[in-house]
């Protein structure tokens, strides 16, 4: 934009790099996605410039006729896109979204278990370094040693031992399919609230791909950055009966005025996930994960659980001898972006773990299907061959470089 040229050239210098990165690389990074034109306009428009606490038709400032109904539809069409009863679209991101849903839950010192940090759990789930984990008494589920998939049975009986009062079920880095309906009826056994946190794969809900919690959670917490495609930010779904506490715990329990300009960009983002090009955008990323797994399992590399159901794949290095911090560096050089992730049971520690995280949304996003995810999953092998020779990763970073000009990002 030559008016920030003008007036700042220092950070247009930034901003263009930046686009030239996002062109010239291959972003694996499973959290990750490139929003529409239309839902960066959004997120640019003078919306930004609006102070608006409260909620439509109760606010603290005047001047809020175009906020409200920029909420309400927001919320309209996130109610009509997951089948919510009631949504609230302030939070900033994902972890206040939690945050939220702890402070209208929960009085500090209860009972929490989610899945923990290691195993695919999110920070924000009881983790020990989180405020999840500080001012809760939280528990952690594992996943089960040999096939590494949620063991539900186990779930159940160490939520009858643990009797938290909120259970989480959600994940960061788990590529396979998540029962909520069974994570319900232990809920329901032991009393306990719900929450389901779907922030890594709410496009496959909103599109039908992944089996939606909805009806069976009692409260839903996500993110509208990562598969769901839109401006960064967080949600919480919830029934109706929650619907005043969660509403109080993110105002004015936590937050003051929402930003406005990132709940215009949801609201785009939402309409654009309600359509027929969104459910095919949905099903080609899991056929893309599915095609990138089956590449790198050719490739004689191990994947956590075997292969995915999911946008994402978890590589498991230890058989190659490899740190996932040291492969994500190389892989980097390559042209490939990617986090180093821990794996269940992970013998390394969490910043130089023994996994490679490797999610398809936003390689889908530029239209790539499951023929370029034989070639990534190239690039990736031959990158791991060689993570001690430059050479050999500027030749595959050159590849890269002229597979990705035939995939514009919007
Ligand atoms: N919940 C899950 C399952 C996540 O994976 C993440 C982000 O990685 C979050 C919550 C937090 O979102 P944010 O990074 O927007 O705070």
């Given at each position: 934009?030559?008016?920030?040229q003008?007036?700042?050239?220092?950070?247009?210098?930034?901003?263009e790099?930046?686009d030239q990165?996002?062109?010239?690389t291959?972003?694996?990074?499973a959290?990750e996605n490139?929003?529409?034109k239309?839902?960066?306009?959004?997120?640019g428009?003078?919306l930004?410039n609006k102070?608006?606490?409260?909620y439509?038709?109760k606010?603290y400032?005047?001047?809020q006729e175009?906020t409200?109904?920029?909420e309400?539809l927001a919320c309209?069409?996130a109610?009509s896109?997951?089948g919510a009863e009631?949504?609230?679209?302030?939070?900033?991101?994902?972890s206040p979204?939690?945050l939220?849903?702890?402070?209208a839950?929960l009085e500090p010192g209860d009972k929490v278990?989610?899945?923990?940090?290691?195993?695919?759990?999110?920070?924000?789930?009881?983790?020990?370094?989180?405020?999840s984990?500080r001012f809760?008494?939280a528990?952690a589920?594992?996943v089960d040693?040999?096939?590494?998939?949620?063991d539900?049975?186990a779930?159940?009986?160490q939520a009858?031992e643990?009797?938290?009062?909120m259970?989480?079920?959600?994940?960061s880095?788990y590529?396979r399919?998540?029962?909520?309906q069974?994570f319900?009826e232990?809920?329901?056994?032991?009393?306990?609230?719900?929450?389901?946190d779907i922030?890594?794969?709410?496009g496959?809900?909103?599109?039908g791909?992944?089996?939606?919690?909805?009806d069976v959670?009692?409260?839903?917490t996500?993110?509208?950055?990562?598969t769901?495609?839109g401006p960064?930010?967080?949600?919480?779904m919830?029934?109706a009966?929650?619907?005043k506490?969660i509403?109080?715990?993110v105002?004015?329990?936590?937050?003051?005025?929402?930003?406005?300009n990132a709940?215009?960009?949801?609201?785009?983002?939402f309409?654009?996930?309600?359509?027929?090009d969104?459910?095919a955008?949905a099903?080609?990323?899991?056929?893309?994960a599915?095609?990138?797994?089956?590449?790198l399992?050719?490739?004689g590399?191990r994947?956590?659980t075997?292969?995915?159901d999911?946008h994402?794949?978890l590589?498991?290095?230890?058989p190659?001898e490899l740190?996932?911090r040291a492969?994500?560096?190389a892989?980097e050089?390559a042209?490939?972006?990617?986090n180093s992730n821990?794996?269940?049971?992970?013998?390394?520690?969490?910043?130089?773990?023994?996994g490679?995280?490797?999610g398809?949304a936003?390689?889908?996003?530029?239209?790539m299907?499951?023929g370029a995810m034989?070639?990534i999953?190239?690039?990736?092998g031959r990158?791991?061959d060689n993570?001690?020779d430059?050479?050999?990763?500027?030749?595959?970073r050159a590849?890269v470089e002229?597979?990705?000009a035939?995939?514009?990002i919007?």
């Open positions: 934009s030559p008016e920030i003008q007036a700042d050239p220092e950070v247009f210098e930034i901003l790099a930046e990165r996002q062109h010239t291959v972003r694996l990074i959290s490139y929003t529409s239309a839902v960066m306009e959004a997120t428009s003078r930004t102070y608006s606490e409260g439509p038709g606010r400032y005047q001047g175009n409200d109904r920029i309400r309209e069409r109610k896109l997951f009631h949504v609230n679209i302030q939070p900033y991101s994902g979204a939690n939220a849903v702890f402070y839950m278990l989610g899945m923990g940090l290691p195993f695919g759990g999110h920070l924000t789930h009881g983790w020990k370094v989180s405020f984990g809760y008494d528990h589920y594992a040693p040999t096939t590494e998939q949620i539900y049975d779930v159940a009986r009858r643990v009797r938290p009062k259970l989480i079920c959600g994940a880095a590529p399919t998540i029962d909520f069974r319900a232990i809920a329901r056994e032991v009393d306990a609230v719900l929450l389901a922030a890594h794969i709410a496959l809900v909103a599109a791909v992944h089996p939606s919690p909805i959670a009692d409260v839903v996500t993110t509208t950055h990562k769901l495609r960064r930010g967080g949600m919480i919830c029934k009966e929650h619907a506490a509403d109080r715990a105002f004015p329990g936590l937050q003051g005025g929402p930003h406005m709940v215009a960009a949801a609201a785009v983002a309409g654009e996930a309600n359509t027929d969104f459910k955008y099903q080609q990323v899991v056929d893309n599915r095609a990138l797994a089956e590449g399992l050719t490739h590399l994947l956590v075997g292969g995915t999911n994402l794949v590589l498991d290095l230890t190659r740190g996932g492969a994500a560096t892989l050089k042209g490939v972006v990617v821990s794996i269940p049971f992970d013998k390394r520690k969490p910043f130089d773990p023994s490679i995280r490797i398809t936003a390689v889908t996003t530029r239209g299907d499951q034989g070639q999953a190239g690039f990736i990158a791991l993570i001690d430059d050479t050999a990763l500027s030749a595959i590849d002229a597979f990705c035939d995939y514009p919007p």
